[in-house]
């Protein structure tokens, strides 16, 4: 219990593996990462990032937490996109989140279970917003994962008017922020029509991304 020996014996299995395919592969890794996309979503375990995009280790740099929120004054966040963006010179920042989101639910139920409460205050901001909209969807289930598309939206926004986002493009850098869905129940990722590539794209992009989910 206190080794957790399956999960070496696991990790020892998959090294001989890749090293069997590719005997090289862990030498080129180690020398350096050069990912294209920055990755940003859930913490949710059933959503592995580089696995349902088919990535190996050291094509993806990853951002996850509970409702793969992006918020300004999270300096884990913000310093994960400033690295990502300016020392690894990623083209790509995806933020991904997934239909059945318990911090969706959550946060749309005002559930009370701790600490986390203060952190799902950010979805919760995304549920007020659009609670016109929402109240049009009967269904619960529904609801929930229209608000999960909804908030991929929002945080697709906050990441085009972080300061390392728009630094990038004041320079010239090639970035494109995506905004995805990734679907439980089928395996299937969902792209949510919001992707910008210039600051002055993101109001309008935003707009019709909104128009498309409602």
């Given at each position: 219990m206190r080794v957790?020996?399956?999960?070496?014996?696991?990790?020892?299995?998959?090294?001989?593996?890749?090293?069997r395919t590719d005997p090289e592969f862990f030498q080129r890794l180690a020398r350096q990462q050069s990912p294209s996309y920055l990755w940003i979503g859930c913490s949710d375990s059933r959503v592995p990032a580089n696995q349902i995009v088919g990535?190996?280790?050291?094509?993806?740099?990853?951002?996850?937490?509970?409702?793969?929120?992006?918020?300004?004054?999270?300096?884990?966040?913000?310093?994960?996109?400033?690295?990502?963006?300016?020392?690894?010179?990623?083209?790509?920042?995806?933020?991904?989140?997934?239909?059945?989101?318990?911090?969706i639910r959550a946060a749309q139920r005002g559930d009370q279970?701790?600490?986390?409460?203060?952190?799902?205050?950010?979805?919760?901001?995304?549920?007020?917003?659009?609670?016109?909209?929402?109240?049009?969807?009967?269904?619960?289930?529904?609801?929930?994962?229209r608000l999960c598309e909804l908030n991929v939206i929002e945080q697709v926004a906050k990441v085009c008017?972080?300061?390392a986002t728009r630094d990038a493009w004041?320079?010239?850098?090639?970035?494109?922020?995506?905004?995805?869905?990734?679907?439980?129940?089928?395996?299937?990722?969902?792209d949510l029509n919001t992707t910008v590539?210039?600051?002055d794209e993101t109001h309008a992009a935003y707009h019709a991304a909104i128009s498309g989910v409602l």
């Open positions: 957790l020996k399956h999960l070496f014996e696991n990790n020892r299995a998959w090294a001989e593996n890749v090293r990535l190996l280790p050291g094509e993806m740099f990853v951002h996850r937490n509970i409702a793969n929120v992006v918020e300004h004054t999270d300096l884990n966040c913000m310093s994960v996109m400033q690295f990502a963006i300016d020392v690894l010179k990623v083209r790509h920042v995806i933020v991904c989140g997934h239909y059945g989101c318990a911090g279970l701790g600490l986390v409460d203060h952190w799902l205050r950010h979805v919760h901001s995304v549920c007020q917003k659009h609670a016109p909209q929402l109240a049009e969807v009967a269904d619960e289930a529904q609801r929930s994962d008017h972080a300061t004041e320079r010239g850098q090639e970035l494109a922020v995506h905004g995805w869905i990734y679907g439980l129940q089928d395996g299937l990722l969902r590539t210039a600051f």
